[in-house]
């Protein structure tokens, strides 16, 4: 009895054993350990940020600009009321210097063009009051050969000179019937450039004792006051802070619309406007009346100020501020192509610095096409139409499909 009683024992104890192995087998396999969290990703950056900055900095470059163009405009302004004033040799080329001074201010601006923006939308834009070119000098005052040409000379049918007549006859009956803007004023100081090595030079009697001197004075006065009123309307256009102006709706827009207006911008300028128009065609129809101011010979400052124009917009670099510019943008997606055209834009800006003043000098007809300085104008062109296609392709990178001259 007692040894059976030690086997059921022993039996009770294996049995124990047995169902606590089994239990504990039927328990859940533990987790495994985690793995350690990965590395962060590198530091990408933000396009979408990035293409809003790039729309935001050149709305403040094209308001510092305007400012800084109608700065100027008005210091000429000041010189033409004090040459008017005082009519002398010394006034009438201190108005000069400040007209030269102002016309290269604005020259940068022109890149802000051929979207429909505040400079030239189809409804309202003062492009055509302020830079309207080739001008028939004819239809403001006298000219070699026809002393009683133009609207000065005519009082019968033009008793009263003021602002709305003058931008009321601005390109009436013909694109060359200029009235008004940079080039009007630029004929009233400098007459006809009737001189193979220099600019025009008016006489300063055509202010004191000549032929309807007074009505001259006016006309002058009166341009000068209205070229203040139209960049004053383009400032006013891009301000900071004002609802409700074009800015406001242009940092508002969608940012790829917006972007393709700024590459538009710069590049409809590159090669329609300033290798084709102003250039080409001046070039192969060697033709003074074709160079952009060809009064004052500031054609060579005229190229320059928009070729670097184009390259303030790419860049960001506007001289008065600095920030991201189209260039950036490139950059994310093709670093190479950024840097290439980069180096495209410096190069046509370098061409055009180095074009022999003055312009008209590489128009003549006797001048062949291996001159030098035809030549020099040549490269220029050349280089302007190159950088245009890059451009194009710069803004595909980004997503922009954009369409140019």
């Known amino acids: 009895m007692g040894r059976r009683l030690g086997i059921l024992l022993m039996a009770y104890i294996v049995g124990g054993v047995v169902a606590l192995m089994l239990a504990c087998s039927a328990e859940p396999t533990p987790a495994p350990t985690a793995a350690p969290a990965p590395s962060p990703a590198p530091d990408v950056p933000d396009t979408g940020r990035l293409k809003g900055e790039v729309v935001g900095h050149y709305a403040e470059g094209v308001y510092a600009l305007y400012a800084k163009s109608l700065a100027s405009a008005t210091a000429m302004d000041a010189a033409i009321d004090t040459f008017l004033a005082e009519p002398t040799a010394a006034t009438l080329e ?81 694109e060359e019937n200029v009235s008004t803007g940079w080039h009007a004023i630029e004929f009233l100081l400098w007459g006809q450039d009737l001189n193979e090595n220099g600019p025009g030079s008016r006489p300063v009697e055509d202010y004191t004792t000549g032929d309807n001197a007074g009505r001259r004075a006016t006309y002058l006065a009166t341009a000068s006051d209205l070229l203040l009123v139209h960049l004053q309307g383009l400032v006013d256009a891009w301000a900071p802070g004002v609802s409700g102006n ?79 510019g189209v260039m950036d943008l490139v950059a994310v997606v093709n670093e190479g192509l950024a840097v290439s055209l980069n180096r495209e834009i410096g190069r046509s800006v370098a061409l055009a610095e180095g074009i022999p003043s003055p312009f008209d000098r590489h128009l003549r007809g006797n001048i062949p096409n291996d001159d030098a300085g035809r030549q020099s104008v040549l490269r220029t062109i050349e280089s302007l139409e190159g950088q245009t296609d890059s451009i194009v392709s710069a803004a595909q990178q980004i997503g922009i499909i954009i369409s140019v001259s």
Not at 159 to 167: F, M, R, S
Request: aromatic share 10%; glycine share 14%; charged share 25%.
């Open 246 to 324: 074009y800015r406001a709706g242009f940092v508002a827009m969608d940012v790829d619309a917006a972007l393709n207006n700024i590459i538009t911008g710069i590049g409809e300028l590159s090669r329609g406007e300033l290798a084709g128009e102003r250039m080409t065609v001046a070039y192969e129809e060697r033709s003074q009346e074709d160079e952009h101011s060809c009064f004052s010979d500031n054609t060579n400052a005229d190229i320059i100020g928009n070729a670097r124009g184009i390259q303030m917009v790419y860049t960001g670099d506007y001289g008065i501020i600095s920030g991201p």
């Open 94 to 174: 201190g108005a000069k210097r400040a007209w030269l001074i102002a016309r290269d201010d604005y020259g940068p601006t022109e890149a802000f063009r051929f979207y429909g923006g505040p400079i030239d939308n189809e409804e309202d834009g003062p492009e055509g009051l302020l830079n309207a070119w080739p001008m028939d000098e004819a239809y403001i005052d006298y000219v070699e050969g026809n002393p009683g040409a133009g609207i000065i000379n005519n009082p019968g049918d033009y008793p009263v000179i003021d602002a709305g007549l003058i931008e009321s006859l601005n390109e009436e009956g013909g």
